[in-house]
């Protein structure tokens, strides 16, 4: 349990409402996988907008989760915002990706959802 995230900030929103952390959790299985497939498609596609729009997003959940990657995320999403066609943010892009597949799935294991 929380191998490649943290409860603890979501447990301090949640004023520790087991049920509350429950829906996040949920919310978390939800929403951050297929803004991670809109994220790795823009950046695959060189769409600089989307790329921002879905890291942007992303942002405040992988941030109350502690994936670990918030900085990573940050630089695809700086990567987009500011239309850097001279860096390649793949590599940053696949730590994102790994750790949000990692984290659905032990959220999955973890909640029994």
Same mark, same amino acid.
């Given at each position: 349990?929380?191998?490649?995230? =943290?409860? +603890?900030?979501?447990?301090?929103?949640?004023?520790?409402?087991? %049920? #509350?952390?429950?829906?996040?959790?949920?919310? #978390?299985?939800?929403?951050?996988?297929?803004?991670?497939?809109?994220? *790795? *498609?823009?950046?695959?596609? =060189?769409?600089?907008?989307?790329?921002?729009? @879905?890291?942007?997003?992303? *942002?405040?959940?992988?941030?109350? +989760?502690?994936?670990?990657?918030?900085? %990573?995320?940050?630089?695809?999403? %700086?990567?987009?915002? #500011?239309? *850097?066609? %001279?860096?390649?943010?793949?590599?940053?892009?696949?730590?994102?990706?790994? @750790?949000?597949?990692?984290?659905?799935?032990?959220?999955?294991?973890? #909640?029994?959802?």
């Amino acid at each position: 349990m929380e191998q490649h995230y =943290k409860l +603890f900030r979501v447990r301090e929103l949640a004023d520790n409402d087991e %049920d #509350f952390v429950m829906a996040l959790a949920a919310t #978390f299985l939800e929403e951050v996988p297929e803004d991670a497939e809109r994220l *790795k *498609k823009a950046v695959a596609e =060189k769409d600089y907008h989307t790329a921002y729009q @879905a890291a942007h997003k992303m *942002k405040p959940t992988i941030d109350l +989760f502690e994936l670990g990657v918030l900085q %990573d995320l940050i630089e695809v999403q %700086d990567w987009g915002k #500011f239309t *850097k066609t %001279d860096v390649d943010v793949t590599d940053k892009l696949e730590i994102v990706i790994t @750790a949000v597949e990692q984290t659905v799935l032990e959220i999955k294991q973890d #909640f029994g959802l």
